[in-house]
């Protein structure tokens, strides 16, 4: 060792140890004092001499800091010595996280070996610059026939699924899984129950498919903050994929329990709430979030993320503001789930804002005669269920009409079946051309 080193390994050995102590719990929060640690950096609590956990600082409260535990605050006593570890939160990264179900810390949760990787990612970075971001002009096959054909889907993209609760988001979310050509999965599960985990796997991924996944899961039942950082490990572990040159598709559900962590951490830091009780921050991290999906010369993320519209309420705040930030939005529909049309999708307010780019003129006019169709249907559906509409009063009502059992045929599919898009396209060329001297 050169007398460079020595020195420099000399320094490190006798630097201070930033050190404090547990002064009391309220809640979900430790409160410390004398902890020398900024917003967002880690520190250890060590609740003996062989257990400790390692704390997030959320928030000060005069010269207390707030720290909020990743795990169970059990054990955790005043005067206990909480050490400031001047590093944020990372997680190892590496090709041993595919096929493994990791917790919203980037931890096993499976059963399995603890993962050990020689490369650390900081959970909390910056998104792509603009001058980074690769135009979104390639679409990605989901296998779902009213996706691949009314709404594209580019790689890169990031697309919402609005419906309120038991109309198929999760259902859909798999059925893409299963249809998708990514190179890689990275699925993220926040604040579902215990029981649709296992379900997702086998139901929806299965051995093969789980081979090229990823499951960040923080079901109902752990800490606000694990629930709270579920979707940036997820999307950190979508990033390092990208970064090597593939293809990822990440399935988020949903960012609305996401705020709901939020508004719990919020409100125990003393944040003020604002609509429907949510805390400012969440307004300020979720573009945060969103923005680090997203297409780059590497490679791509594409993004599917469920919102849990509340009251069936396309305007309430989560929904409002997801909305505005993603690059499209497909809604379910509750009264198509009621009467077994699944994927329950609502064509006429559902839109991909990319789909000029991803299809063709073609195919653009075959969609837009289906949407016409639906549209005149919906319109004139009254008259013609109480019997008193006529044909021939209105011949755009009387082609619609013709038309519906091949349209809603092809609008409608069974979880399992997949479509590749070549043929989703034939179809869609097919219903759109049927009764005008094309082939039915």
């Not at 009213?146 to 919402?160: A, K, N, T, Y």
């Not at 296992?198 to 499951?215: C, K």
């Not at 949903?254 to 830091?269: F, I, K, P």
Request: glycine residues 10%.
């Amino acid at each position: 060792m050169d007398m460079a080193a020595c020195q420099k390994s000399i320094q490190k050995g006798a630097r201070a140890r930033y050190r404090g102590s547990v002064d009391r719990v309220t809640g979900i929060l430790v409160e410390a004092t004398g902890v020398p640690a900024a917003l967002g950096e880690m520190c250890r609590i060590q609740r003996s001499d062989t257990d400790a956990i390692e704390a997030k600082v959320v928030g000060f409260r005069g010269h207390t800091t707030l720290l909020m535990p990743h795990g169970d605050i059990s054990g955790i006593s005043p005067k206990q010595p909480v050490y400031a570890l001047k590093r944020e939160f990372q997680i190892p990264i590496g090709p041993s996280l595919l096929g493994r179900l990791v917790d919203g810390f980037g931890r096993a949760h499976d059963g399995g070996p603890e993962i050990h990787e020689a490369t650390w990612r900081r959970v909390h970075a910056d998104a792509p610059g603009p001058t980074e971001r690769v135009p979104i002009q390639e679409p990605l096959q989901t296998g779902v026939r009213v996706i691949d054909g009314m709404i594209p889907l580019g790689r890169g993209q990031r697309l919402g699924i609005f419906a309120g609760s038991g109309v198929g988001k999760s259902t859909l979310l798999g059925q893409v899984a299963r249809g998708t050509e990514a190179d890689i999965i990275v699925c993220c599960l926040v604040g579902e129950r215990g029981r649709e985990v296992q379900d997702f796997v086998a139901e929806v991924l299965g051995e093969e498919g789980l081979e090229r996944a990823v499951m960040v899961v923080a079901t109902s039942d752990r800490p606000p903050i694990e629930r709270l950082t579920a979707p940036f490990t997820a999307v950190t572990i979508a990033e390092s994929f990208r970064d090597q040159g593939k293809n990822v598709l990440l399935l988020m559900d949903s960012v609305t329990r996401y705020a709901a962590a939020s508004r719990e951490v919020g409100l125990a830091v003393g944040e003020p709430p604002t609509v429907r009780g949510l805390p400012p921050s969440f307004f300020a991290s979720v573009p945060q979030l969103i923005e680090r999906v997203g297409r780059t010369a590497a490679g791509s993320i594409t993004g599917l993320i469920t919102v849990l519209v509340d009251g069936d309420d396309p305007n309430e705040p989560v929904a409002d503001t997801l909305r505005g930030l993603l690059d499209g939005h497909i809604f379910l529909n509750r009264d198509l789930a009621q009467k077994g049309h699944f994927p329950a999708v609502d064509v006429l307010d559902s839109l991909s804002r990319l789909a000029p780019a991803l299809s063709s003129p073609q195919q653009r006019h075959n969609a837009q005669i289906l949407r016409s169709d639906l549209a005149a249907y919906q319109e004139g559906r009254d008259l013609v269920e109480i019997g008193a509409y006529q044909t021939g009063t209105n011949p755009t009502l009387d082609g619609a009409l013709m038309r519906m059992p091949v349209i809603n045929a092809f609008l409608q599919q069974d979880p399992y079946d997949i479509t590749p898009m070549a043929e989703t396209h034939q179809m869609l060329e097919m219903v759109a051309t049927a009764g005008e001297g094309g082939p039915v």
